[in-house]
Structure formats: C-alpha cells, structure tokens
C-alpha cells in the first residue's frame, strides 16, 4: 500500500502545485494558471520569429511536458488535470495568446490517445481559422499493443515522444520551416518503436485506497506487465520473469521482423540507432542504471545494434510507476544538411530541466584508448614470522565461529530492520563466507600473521558500511601488534599473547570511534571479550563475556550509529544487532577450540 501514499491528496493541487514549481526550477518560464499553460517569457525568445513548438497533454507525466519548456525544445506546453487531455479552449488560448506573434509557423506535438488528438485537432483548427500556420505531429511509438488489437486506433504514444520534442525543438531553434520540422517530426515518429514494463499500475492522488488494494490482487508478487501504458492501461502479457528474461522479450516485441503484428520499423543488424531508458517515475536509478546495461548488451548481442547514444532517465513519467520503457530510434536523413541531422538536433543544446541528457556530441564521438578494468589481484608481501599455532586448529576454529555467524543471519537481520537499516546481518554474512573460502582455498599456514592479512584483506574487500570499516581497521591493527610479538626463535602463540595484540588492537580502534560499552554498538561485545582474555586467558570465559555484553544492549539507548536516528522503542525489544553478531562468532570460535 505504500505505492498509494501521497504528500498531496487533492489532484487538482497536486497538478497547480507541480506546474508552479516548474516556473521555479527555470525563472525563463511563465505560467498561466487559468488555462494550466507554461510558456516562454517573450523576453527569453532571441528569435521569435522562428516556428514555435508546442506539446501537452494529462498531467502525471512529469517531466513531460511542462518541463520541457524552454530554449532548444518547447514553446509552450498545455496540461491537462492527471491523465486527461486538456481541453480545446486551453489549446486555443496557447496557440492564440501564448506564443510570439512573429513565429512563423507552429508544430503541435502530440501523443496518439483519443482525447489529445480531438482536442488539440479542435484548437489546431481554430488556430488555423485565425490564419496561423499549425502542423500536427502525432506520436504514435507503442508495440504493445500490435496491429490487430490496435485497429483504426493505431500505436499509443509513449516515451519515444520525448525525442520527437527534443528533435522539433532544436530544429526550430535553427530556423527552419514550418515544414521542415514537422516533415522531420514524422520521418522520426515512422522510425520508432518502444514498448514498457511495470511491476504495477499507478494510484492516482484523490483516488479511493480500494484501487491500490484491488491491483496488489490484479498484479501479485514475482508478476511483471510487459506494454503497460502511461495511463494505467493494462498491458499484452503479464509474466514471472527475470530482468533479462523482460528485456529479451520486450526487445523482440520491438525488433523481431517475423513478429507481423508488431514489425512497425525494420532495424536491420548494423543500423545507426539511439536508445531511450525511460523511467516510469519509481524505478530507482540504480535498478534503471542495470536496466539500460541489460538492454544494451542484449541489442549488440541479439541484433547487432550499438545505439549511437544511450539516454537514460525519467523523460516522460506515469506518476510513481515501477517501470520502465524502451524505446528505439532509427536514424533516418533529413535531407537537411549539416546541423540538422536528428542525432546532431537531439544532441543539441537545451536549457529545459526535463531533457536531462546533458553529454556533448564532442564526447560522444571522440575515440577512447582502450584501458583494462579488470582489477588485478593486490597480493601483499607478508613477512614471516617465528609465531606459531596450531594451523588445523586455528582453521576448525574460526570455521566454527563462522559457520555460526552465518547461520545467525536472520535474527540479525531482524534485529537491525526494527533499530536499523537492515543490512548489517547480510554484511557480516557476507564477510563471513569471503574468510571461509579463503580458508578453504589457500593453504594452511603455522603462521598467524599470514593468516590473519589474509582474512584482514577478504574483510576489506567483502564488508561495507561502518561495521566493515571498524572491522577492517581492527584486524589490520591486530596484525600490526602480532607482529610486535614476534621473537628470534618460533614461540607458540598463547591465549595471553593473543589477548595483548587485541588490546592493542582496542586501543587503536579507539583513535576512529569514540563506542564503548555502553554505546549499544559491537564494542559492547569486543571490549568484554577483549578485557576477560586478558584477565584469565579463557577464550570460553571470554566469549561468555561477550554474550553478556551482547545481552546488555537490550534496552540501552543507542550513542551512536545509525539506531540514534531511528525513533520508537525498538532499542527495548533487541539487543545491538552488531554485538549481537559478533558474539555468536565468538561464542562459535569458543566451541571449535
């Protein structure tokens, strides 16, 4: 139900509100409330007489349209309330009131759904009958839904929209033709396909909670919508499949020439293409980041395809959907010369915060030397020692306590989503599996320094976050003091000894973090773990310590770490999730010696 949580309830609101921030973000910007138009400020357009371009349509689509006003891209935009076109006296105001008087011709860009066609078409011909020259693109892009199922209708419009705004925009910019940017509007739209994918349908502000409840039902866990559309129409299929599973299907709804229902534009192996990403609006940027890596390698892989550029982002929303939609734009010639080509007119300067893709052209095409990313293994020159222990049972006890750690998981886990973020039992299992593999790899060694740089490095390399960092820096300082310890001869290294090198260790952790017990952090299970070896050289005494320590958390008010600033009571219920961990390796290490 989360998805149906909103900051503002009231839609019309919400749609004012958003419009009035757009002015905002780009003080170029003017905005006529009344009529819910954002336009240029006359004082902004050097050339007013070049043709104006002009977008629009429901709201809820955010960037697209409003903020895709500006230099380089739109006129003006006209919105709608969410997901309803604007009506025909708004599109008349706009085109009548809201533009130079000296442009020379308009180009009226807009998405292939019923309402905006009629409504726009019905302030176009006003316009006309007022003697402007108007131009009507229609962005037609969508293969979700194929020949058969689209009828009379034809393709929807989706994201793909974004380029054909980006492309009219920048080709008024250069002072061409009425004609020439809607010939070259439409050589784009016949030569792009896209197609979405979303997790859910949105729920839309001032909507009744029942339609978010009703979709969890409609669309159940492990099921994705593959031609979703921006509107919550349903899709084609609905799936349980992997990310690359999605894209491969998706692509080949796009691409697959034999698909006779869908084969809308034959892209052939080697073809100049651009690649848009489009978020819906609650895809993360990290999800989107693997998404666009997916789709890339499946087009050079599959079709032969490297997109001459790969734009990436939330271009043309659906409120906060989880989705996403792809779309591909053949190059075709616009028989306009140099400038004007669509690759140079999408690559072209534009000063509205919508078109996000801010890479120049220069570093598009310039050659790269090629240079490895494959790391190369770091192998640290240790120098023996004459300490020595048992190494086989050195290895049964640190497998022990790590096996437990791991096993400990879940109650971890469990511990830190009520008083933390979550993560801290999969770090340490995570570190925990890095040690065990070394250990079951490399080979035995009587030598504890060598085996604990070893495990020293697994840790710095495996573990993150502030417990990994503690972590790495207090076994790093741990082999700094075994290596004080060592002597001339081969000295057995004593339970004792073992307790002045972490002491040491203690002290020098000291320097980066001011925890100790009494913090609720991990120092209230190492400190008495660390304090009791030292007393009786007891490595179970010790461990018991540590599950002491560990215990003591419950209740205790966080001094520091992230539980400082997570509010209720749940510090009572758990102890420190940190403690908690190590003491279980602790107690582990106890049982295997």
Not at 5 to 21: C, E, F, I, M, W
Not at 273 to 294: C, D, H, I, R, Y
Request: with cysteine; charged share 20%.
């Amino acid at each position: 139900m989360a998805a149906a949580k909103h900051y503002l309830d009231d839609p019309t609101n919400a749609v004012l509100s958003g419009l009035r921030g757009v002015t905002l973000t780009n003080p170029s910007l003017v905005l006529d409330e009344t009529n819910k138009i954002i336009y240029r400020h006359p004082s902004s357009v050097a050339s007013p007489q070049n043709v104006s371009v002009v977008c629009g349509g429901g709201s809820g689509h955010e960037p697209g349209f409003s903020a895709f006003v500006g230099q380089g891209a739109l006129t003006a935009c006209v919105a709608g309330t969410i997901f309803a076109s604007p009506s025909a006296q708004q599109v008349r105001a706009c085109l009548s009131q809201r533009l130079p008087e000296e442009t020379q011709g308009i180009i009226v860009v807009v998405t292939n759904y019923t309402g905006d066609v009629l409504n726009f078409g019905m302030g176009i011909e006003k316009a006309r009958a007022m003697g402007k020259k108007v131009e009507m693109v229609i962005v037609a892009d969508d293969v979700g839904v194929g020949r058969a199922k689209g009828g009379k209708v034809g393709r929807r419009g989706l994201s793909g929209t974004a380029l054909i705004v980006k492309i009219c925009g920048a080709l008024a910019e250069t002072g061409a033709s009425v004609e020439d940017c809607a010939k070259v509007g439409r050589l784009a739209v016949d030569n792009l396909v896209s197609v979405g994918a979303s997790l859910s349908r949105v729920h839309v502000p001032g909507r009744p909670l029942q339609e978010a409840k009703d979709e969890e039902e409609r669309l159940g866990p492990g099921l994705v919508e593959i031609g979703m559309g921006i509107h919550n129409e349903p899709g084609c299929e609905k799936v349980t499949t992997d990310l690359p599973g999605l894209v491969k299907t998706m692509l080949a709804q796009m691409l697959d020439p034999s698909d006779q229902d869908r084969a809308y534009v034959k892209i052939q192996k080697g073809d100049d293409t651009v690649l848009l990403v489009n978020n819906f609006g609650g895809t993360s940027n990290l999800e989107l980041s693997a998404v666009v890596t997916e789709i890339v390698g499946q087009l050079l892989s599959t079709y032969g395809l490297e997109p001459k550029r790969v734009i990436s982002g939330t271009f043309f929303g659906s409120l906060n959907g989880p989705g996403f939609i792809i779309s591909v734009l053949k190059l075709a010639d616009t028989g306009l010369g140099s400038g004007r080509s669509i690759l140079e007119l999408l690559d072209a300067p534009a000063e509205a915060t919508g078109w996000s893709a801010s890479i120049k052209t220069e570093t598009w095409e310039k050659e790269y030397d090629g240079i490895s990313t494959t790391a190369e293994d770091e192998k640290e020159d240790v120098r023996p020692t004459n300490l020595r222990v048992d190494p086989d049972l050195l290895k049964s006890a640190l497998k022990s306590g790590l096996h437990r750690l791991i096993a400990s998981e879940g109650e971890v886990t469990h511990y830190d989503t009520i008083v933390g973020d979550g993560d801290c039992g999969i770090g340490l299992k995570r570190g925990a599996e890095g040690i065990l593999k070394t250990l079951e790899d490399g080979q035995a060694t009587e030598d504890p320094l060598t085996c604990l740089t070893r495990i020293a490095g697994v840790v710095e390399a495996t573990m993150d976050g502030t417990s990994g960092a503690l972590y790495a820096i207090f076994l790093n300082s741990l082999c700094a003091n075994v290596r004080k310890l060592d002597s001339p001869s081969q000295t057995q290294l004593t339970p004792r000894m073992w307790a002045q090198a972490l002491d040491g260790s203690l002290k020098a952790l000291g320097k980066y973090t001011p925890a100790q017990p009494g913090d609720r952090t991990l120092m209230d299970a190492l400190v008495p773990f660390v304090e009791t070896l030292k007393e009786t050289g007891d490595t179970r005494k010790a461990a018991e310590a540590a599950k002491a320590g560990a215990d003591s958390t419950k209740g205790m008010k966080a001094s520091l770490g992230r539980s400082v600033y997570v509010g209720g009571e749940g510090h009572t219920e758990v102890p420190d999730p940190g403690a908690y961990g190590l003491c279980q390796f602790l107690t582990g290490l106890a049982d295997g010696l």
